[in-house]
């Protein structure tokens, strides 16, 4: 009945497709091992710290220490060769937006291990990387600073102590390519083609009429480029971002600066949540770029490649969608899907997105429904003794009707690792209704078959 999406075998570590300088003689990418520990949906200083102290005992990576947070987080520089053309790195200005974090740190460990590759282009590239932008939103894995301000949307009033450091570090250094790193919704599609966005680029646009500058196309050009290896390594799950203007962001205003703006977001792919693929595609990418930088080899691209790449489509995947379930509501009768989305931070908040005909947006799990009739729940009240809730047991009371459960929350203990719902609000009831929670059951032939807890769906034939 389920008609998965996608299943992927990831591992962590990746085949690396950028090309060497054109006077290099020899691939000296091979494989690239991701660093561990980072596999995770949300990065916090804590976790990167370790690393930090590393790469400050490195000979060849200097680190400089260029600010503090609002909390007093400490922000770092990170400064590799000592060529003419600067290029500037940064992640995580969001705070809830881990992806590239890691990526940088990759890099830097691929810098540190790989002399011969770093070799051919550290006399003509100083390379600058800022991980982690705004780390006090991070500990609260939020996309605000603690001041409840986007420090993304801060470029022009600097009122953020992240922003002001972020511009301070674009006009000192007043690089000639900035690769600005972000995370986009899972929920982007690129084009119609029904495949999630895992990988989305953009030459940001300095003014209103999104003229294209001699700054702006080479940024073109390079994504050109670096559009190979997303077609290598993610073949039909890239897209290009939406060029809309936007006066207060970082990206725009350094391209107005006349810095060579690069935009990459990461996203979803199938079977990754912690978004493992797009790590890896952004720490490909970063190493293409500096090649092509070095060797000057984007210079032969046109702006055909740019262009070709699909726009996203956003806001159109759905995390699942249940086709065709029967609602009985008294004397009607009538067939709806039924597109639920779960949060971005947890498996176990879903909510009833959508109903209706949904056959034209795309969803990470199907389910062909059209042999089930939907039927609320019911409470089970939790005695005043107490209950132990054994996988077992759970399964058994799903099979009754119930799907949550009502009393002293403290009395229950869990021994199962479906998620269990305590007193919850906004259940659907006779007919689901959008934004509801997605917590109901699937009826077949008089008996449930089904349960949807939160949005996690389970079998229970």
Request: aromatic residues 8%; proline residues 5%; hydrophobic residues 40%.
């Amino acid at each position: 009945m389920k008609k998965s999406f996608l299943t992927t075998l990831f591992v962590t570590t990746v085949t690396l497709l950028s090309s060497l300088p054109a006077n290099a003689h020899e691939n000296h990418h091979g494989a690239v091992k991701l660093l561990p520990g980072l596999d995770k949906q949300q990065i916090r200083f804590a976790d990167v710290e370790p690393l930090i102290q590393r790469v400050q005992r490195s000979s060849v990576i200097e680190t400089k220490h260029v600010g503090t947070s609002y909390q007093g987080r400490p922000l770092y520089r990170f400064k590799v060769g000592q060529g003419d053309t600067v290029v500037f790195m940064w992640s995580q200005m969001h705070g809830d937006e881990s992806t590239a974090t890691p990526a940088l740190f990759d890099l830097m460990q691929k810098i540190e291990t790989d002399a011969r590759w770093r070799e051919h282009w550290e006399d003509d590239i100083t390379l600058y990387m800022l991980p982690m932008v705004n780390p006090d939103g991070a500990e609260l894995a939020q996309r605000y600073n603690v001041q409840g301000i986007d420090v993304n949307r801060d470029a022009r009033a600097l009122q953020t102590p992240e922003g002001r450091i972020l511009m301070a570090q674009g006009r000192e250094l007043n690089p000639d390519f900035g690769f600005n790193l972000h995370d986009q919704s899972r929920y982007y599609e690129v084009g119609n083609t029904g495949k999630p966005a895992t990988i989305s680029l953009l030459a940001p646009a300095f003014n209103h009429a999104k003229d294209i500058n001699d700054e702006r196309r080479r940024a073109m050009q390079l994504i050109g480029d670096l559009k190979a290896v997303g077609d290598k390594m993610i073949p039909g799950h890239m897209g290009r971002y939406n060029d809309t203007f936007a006066p207060r962001a970082f990206g725009d205003n350094f391209a107005a600066m006349g810095i060579s703006t690069i935009l990459i977001e990461s996203g979803a792919f199938p079977n990754d949540p912690n978004r493992q693929k797009a790590r890896a595609v952004n720490v490909a990418m970063l190493i293409r770029a500096i090649d092509s930088i070095a060797s000057g080899d984007y210079q032969a691209q046109t702006l055909e490649p740019y262009h070709s790449i699909p726009m996203n489509n956003s806001n159109s995947f759905k995390d699942v969608i249940l086709e065709q379930v029967q609602v009985q509501d008294g004397a009607h009768e009538y067939r709806i899907d039924i597109g639920i989305n779960r949060s971005a931070d947890a498996r176990h908040s879903g909510y009833i997105r959508e109903l209706g005909d949904l056959s034209v947006f795309p969803a990470f799990d199907r389910y062909a429904a059209d042999a089930y009739v939907y039927q609320a729940g019911k409470g089970f009240a939790i005695p005043d003794e107490g209950l132990t809730l054994s996988h077992h047991e759970y399964l058994k009371l799903l099979k009754q009707g119930y799907t949550h459960f009502t009393g002293n929350a403290e009395a229950l203990e869990l021994r199962t690792h479906l998620p269990v719902l305590v007193n919850p609000n906004n259940l659907p009831g006779a007919r689901p209704q959008q934004r509801q929670q997605a917590t109901f059951l699937l009826r077949k032939q008089d008996q449930v078959a089904m349960a949807v807890l939160a949005g996690v769906v389970i079998n229970l034939q």
